[in-house]
Antibody, heavy 121, light 107 residues
Framework: EVQLLESGGGLVQPGGSLRLSCAASGFTFSNFAMSWVRQAPGKGLEWLSATSGSGGSTYYADSVKGRFIISRDNSRNTLYLQMNSLTAADTALYYCAKVAMPGPPNWFDPWGQGTLVTVSS | DIQMTQSPSSLSASVGDRVTITCRAS??????LAWYQQKPGKVPELLIYAASTLQSGVPSRFSGSGSGTDFTLTISSLQAEDVAIYYC?????????FGGGTKVEIK
């Protein structure tokens, strides 16, 4: 069974940084692209970033380009999201999601349970 | 970037009704479209990919259609457990944009 477990969320001050982790199990991690998606309180889903199976290709939404960095450690089956220069607009539940099919980023299945990031002074 | 627009943003229907949700892409995306269901307080779950392929385990009352710019998600007979927000997502290229969501409630 595929499992994704996010961690690293919490309360951070505006301008601060946070690193999220997503521990994956139940599949050959390096064979699949992975992605981060967030959901602000009471709002819809926003795709943030994706990385290829090798980590050699990365993709970002304009809203986080230059502030967030996606990476992965295939030896540890773990996906990361380094978030810098955080603002209140970044307050959200952050989901890790497995890209369903090998190859370029496509649809997501499954999703992790999410980790909550709150940006506030 | 391609924008994804869902309509309606919310709907209320009776158990047993046929429900249709529309997702429109601002440019053609072939059939590179997925649908997700997010029940209250839960994680999004995949319903349909490639516009019309039902994910394993999803009830057959759900179906998807469309290609190019116009897509629909249909629930043939709405059940109480279908109360959720439904999202479309394009994946022909990055950014992997989601639609704004459609909230489905029981009348």
């Amino acid at each position: 069974e595929v499992q994704l477990l996010e961690s690293g969320g919490g309360l951070v001050q505006p301008g601060g940084s946070l690193r999220l982790s997503c521990a994956a199990s139940g599949f050959t991690f390096s064979n699949f692209a992975m992605s981060w998606v967030r959901q602000a309180p009471g709002k819809g889903l926003e795709w943030l970033s994706a990385t290829s199976g090798s980590g050699g290709s990365t993709y970002y939404a304009d809203s986080v380009k230059g502030r967030f960095i996606i990476s992965r450690d295939n030896s540890r089956n773990t996906l990361y999201l380094q978030m810098n220069s955080l603002t209140a607009a970044d307050t959200a539940l952050y989901y890790c999601a497995k890209v369903a099919m090998p190859g370029p980023p496509n649809w997501f299945d499954p999703w992790g349970q999410g980790t909550l990031v709150t940006v506030s002074s | 970037d391609i924008q994804m627009t869902q309509s309606p943003s919310s709907l209320s229907a009776s158990v047993g009704d046929r429900v249709t949700i529309t997702c429109r892409a601002s440019q053609g995306i072939s059939n590179y479209l997925a649908w997700y269901q997010q029940k209250p307080g839960k994680v999004p779950e995949l319903l349909i990919y490639a516009a019309s392929t039902l994910q394993s385990g999803v009830p057959s009352r759900f179906s998807g259609s469309g290609s190019g710019t116009d897509f629909t998600l249909t629930i043939s007979s709405l059940q109480a457990e279908d109360v959720a927000i439904y999202y479309c997502q394009k994946y022909n290229s990055v950014p992997l944009t989601f639609g704004g969501g459609t909230k489905v409630e029981i009348k």
